[in-house]
T-cell receptor
Framework: AQSVTQLDSHVSVSEGTPVLLRCNYS??????LFWYVQHPNKGLQLLLK??????LVKGINGFEAEFKKSETSFHLTKPSAHMSDAAEYFC????????????FGSGTRLSIRP | DADVTQTPRNRITKTGKRIMLECSQT?????MYWYRQDPGLGLRLIYY???????NKGEISDGYSVSRQAQAKFSLSLESAIPNQTALYFC????????????FGPGTRLTVL
């Protein structure tokens, strides 16, 4: 079965410390992988995407993610958290070019402590 | 993102009523999507359309229908609303020529009493 799992429903870090949001996927194919962010009462915004080029992907606002095929993981990281990073983050898998194989993770809520 | 707009932004209705949610985009994208978001479940795909004459069911299409009136417009209908359709609904667009990224509207919060 093809799926995506976000391992933490809630992550809390102090401002200025590193952020790690974990995502694992299950796929029989080479997937395209995305991270989206959703701020309160807002739509989703693309942070970054992996589409079989470089395995380390840099996104907006200082976020990056590394595709590790052997671990079937695509974890999102940021060296130093800002208060404005507080939001919900979604890992998304796209299998093939068909939109019917878009799978969203259940989301990770990131809280930032002052 | 003002390029993808959804109307209404909030709606409260009663069980059995017919409801239409509308989505418009000025991005010139060929692909459009409807999702619903429920707490703890992420987003689930309801319907998608790759062009004006193409409509496809997603993961959870039962109880919903769609219409692609033009390339820029994609509406979602609930023929007879029920309480478990209470959710946040998102429209998204995508461009088949430039990749698989999707651009989301601000969402419509629907409550069915």
């Amino acid at each position: 079965a093809q799926s995506v799992t976000q391992l933490d429903s809630h992550v809390s870090v102090s401002e200025g410390t590193p952020v790690l949001l974990r995502c694992n996927y299950s796929s029989s194919y080479s997937p395209s992988l995305f991270w989206y962010v959703q701020h309160p009462n807002k739509g989703l915004q693309l942070l970054l995407k992996y589409t079989s080029a470089a395995t380390l992907v840099k996104g907006i606002n200082g976020f990056e993610a590394e595709f590790k095929k052997s671990e079937t993981s695509f974890h999102l990281t940021k060296p130093s958290a800002h208060m404005s990073d507080a939001a919900e983050y979604f890992c998304v898998v796209l299998l093939g070019s068909s939109a019917s194989k878009i799978i969203f993770g259940s989301g990770t809520r990131l809280s930032i402590r002052p | 993102d003002a390029d993808v707009t959804q109307t209404p932004r909030n709606r409260i209705t009663k069980t059995g009523k017919r409801i239409m949610l509308e989505c418009s985009q000025t991005k010139g994208h060929d692909r459009m999507y409807w999702y619903r978001q429920d707490p703890g479940l992420g987003l689930r795909l309801i319907y998608y359309s790759f062009d004006v004459k193409d409509i496809n069911k997603g993961e959870i299409s039962d109880g919903y229908s769609v219409s692609r009136q033009a390339q820029a417009k994609f509406s979602l209908s609930l023929e007879s609303a029920i309480p478990n359709q209470t959710a946040l609904y998102f429209c998204a667009t995508g461009d088949s020529l430039t990749g698989n990224e999707q651009f989301f509207g601000p969402g419509t919060r629907l409550t069915v009493l």
